[in-house]
C-alpha cells in the first residue's frame, strides 16, 4: 500500500463538502533509536535523521501546495510530534500553528515511561495485546483496547470540530493504525494490524455522506532521496 513517488502529486482533491483528514506521523525519534519507551518522560524528542525527515516533508508540502487548503494543524503532545507538527507547519495552510492535544498521543505507558524496553521486558514481560487486549501495558498505563477507542474517538471528534474541511494531524504510528481498525470495516474481533508505517508518511482519510474512505497510507515518497 506505500504510495509511488509520483502519487505525491495526484491524490485528487476532496469534494467541497467532504471532511479530510491527514494523518502524519511523527519523524523518527531519539526514543526510537535508543530503544527507550517514550511517554512525556522518556520523548526527547527527534533524532537528527528525525529533523531531516520533517524537514523534507516540509519541502515537499511547500513545492507541491498539497495540503495548501488546510484549515487546522493537531499535534501531539509528545515532544517528537510537536518538533515534527512545528517543521512542517510552513508547508500547511500558509503556515498553521499547531494545536496540541493529549488524546492524539500514543499509547500511555503509565509505569513504564523512560525505561528502556529491555527494562521494561525484565519488569513486565512481554505484552500480548493480540490475546488480551485489555491489558494494561505497565501499571498506570493503557490497554491496547482502550488506547484505540480514545485515538479513534479523538479524531471523530476533530471531524465533527472541522467538518467540511481539511485538518492536518502530527501523530504516532498506533494512533495511524487505531484510524485503521475504527475507520475502516475491519473485523472489531481481530488483533493489531502489525503495520510497517513510515516516519514522516501520510495517511488521508476523507468523510462524506458515503462515510470514511481511505484515499493513501503510509505516502513517503519525499524521503526517496534520504539516504
Do not use: K
Not at 523512560?114 to 493503557?142: I, K, N, V
Amino acid at each position: 500500500m506505500r504510495a509511488p513517488a509520483s502519487s505525491a502529486r495526484t491524490v485528487p482533491a476532496a469534494p467541497v463538502e467532504a471532511t479530510t483528514l491527514v494523518l502524519v506521523r511523527h519523524g523518527e525519534s531519539v526514543c526510537n533509536v535508543a530503544g527507550v519507551v517514550g511517554g512525556p518522560r522518556g520523548c526527547t524528542g527527534l533524532s537528527e535523521r528525525g529533523m531531516s525527515e520533517a524537514r523534507a516533508l516540509r519541502d515537499r508540502l511547500v513545492e507541491t501546495r498539497e495540503l495548501s487548503r488546510a484549515s487546522a494543524l493537531y499535534s501531539s503532545v509528545l515532544e517528537r510530534a510537536v518538533q515534527t507538527a512545528a517543521i512542517i507547519s510552513a508547508g500547511i495552510g500558509g503556515g498553521l500553528e499547531p494545536v496540541t492535544d493529549c488524546s492524539l498521543c500514543e499509547l500511555h505507558p503509565g509505569e513504564a515511561d523512560g525505561l528502556t524496553w529491555e527494562q521494561f521486558s525484565e519488569r513486565y514481560g512481554e505484552p500480548d495485546f493480540d490475546s488480551d487486549p485489555y491489558s494494561e501495558l505497565a501499571p498506570g498505563g493503557e490497554s491496547w483496547a482502550g488506547f484505540v477507542h480514545r485515538a479513534s474517538d479523538a479524531l471523530r471528534l476533530l471531524a465533527e470540530r472541522h467538518s467540511g474541511e481539511c485538518v492536518v494531524v502530527v501523530c504516532h504510528a498506533g494512533v495511524v493504525e487505531a484510524s485503521l481498525l475504527e475507520l475502516m470495516p475491519v473485523d472489531p474481533r481481530r488483533g493489531r494490524l502489525g503495520l510497517r508505517t513510515g516516519h514522516t508518511s501520510l495517511t488521508e482519510w476523507e468523510l462524506s455522506a458515503g462515510g470514511w474512505r481511505l484515499l493513501r497510507y503510509n505516502d513517503v515518497a519525499h524521503l526517496a532521496a534520504l539516504v
